[in-house]
């Protein structure tokens, strides 16, 4: 059995005027900058954990642990963003910024910073119950699973696995 040949006009071949059909450049760039301001925010967080104070006796118990431990992966995960993203080809055709989307960015941003100001003041639960709701609306999600059902089990795991088996202080 042999496989069909293709036969590829140039029409199709046609990416952009005067350009091969490499890597779009814009898309490297874009890649190559997500994964190093990535690995600068990783880098940030290590800095951060080796700050606090160490009173554990050994160090998976001590509050550092766990902060560096994810800025040290952060900052891998950064570098290798940024590694593939100069390797491999890019996007050839990308989608252009829509505006809907935007207006989602513009609220979904200050949705997390007064997440952070009202748990100062208010309960995990309810004040984590409104976000998730709000932020599943925000996003599309429409129906009794998607707002309320959703929440509830995102609230609910959260709290079960900081509140309780963790024991931070929510």
Known sequence: MTAP???????????HPGEDSGACPSSVAREV???SVTAALGLAIVGAALLLPNSAPNFINSPVFWPLTLGVLTTVGGIAIAI????????????QVSRHGLVQLAIFIPAI???GLL????????ITLVLVAGL????GGRGWRALIL???VVTAILFGVFGLLLRVPL
């Not at 040949?5 to 990416?15: C, F, K, M, P, R």
Request: net charge negative; glycine share 6%.
């Open 84 to 95: 593939t993203g100069a390797r491999k080809p890019g996007v050839i055709e990308e989608d």
């Open 119 to 126: 748990w100062q003041v208010l309960h995990f639960v309810p």
């Open 33 to 35: 900058w997500t994964g």
């Open 5 to 15: 040949s293709v036969t590829v006009t140039e029409a199709e071949t046609a990416v």
């Open 113 to 115: 910073v007064l997440y």
């Open 150 to 152: 959703f929440p509830v």
């Open 136 to 139: 599943s609306l925000l996003m």
